[in-house]
């Protein structure tokens, strides 16, 4: 089992950015795929990026493709989300989450998750 940690969110205007980090505990962080997802009120929890196990394929959602980038650095056992040029439609919380197997765009084949950082972006 990895247990995860969001950290880095906060509040920030229109137009600026944010980097999210994600800490997981165990020993085998490099055989997990990892994924970014957030939730804002009132909706469902929406995919923003994922990355393979070895950070060679990223994979993002429409709404974030050109502005957010995930990385991973595994002799830290972190996954990282660059927020750039951000709305205040991007505002929500933010959850990381791990996955045994491949990378996926449903939270429902993720098998661990963070508690959430919340992100707010003013105008």
């Known amino acids: 089992q990895v247990q995860l940690v969001e950290s880095g969110g906060g509040s920030v205007q229109a137009g600026g950015s944010l980097r999210l980090s994600c800490a997981a505990s165990?020993?085998?962080?490099?055989?997990?795929?990892m994924g970014w997802f957030r939730q804002a009120p009132g909706k469902e929890r929406e995919f923003v990026a994922a990355?393979?196990?070895?950070?060679?394929?990223?994979h993002y959602g429409d709404s974030v493709k050109g502005r957010f980038s995930i990385s991973r650095d595994n002799t830290k056992n972190t996954v990282y989300l660059q927020m750039n040029s951000l709305k205040p439609e991007d505002t929500a919380v933010y959850y990381c989450?791990?996955?045994?197997?491949?990378?996926?765009?449903?939270?429902?084949?993720?098998?661990?998750w963070g508690q959430g950082t919340q992100v707010t972006v003013s105008s």
């Open positions: 989450a791990a996955d045994e197997g491949l990378v996926s765009l449903t939270p429902l084949s993720y098998d661990y």
């Open positions: 990355i393979s196990r070895s950070g060679g394929f990223v």
């Open positions: 165990g020993r085998t962080f490099s055989s997990y795929a």
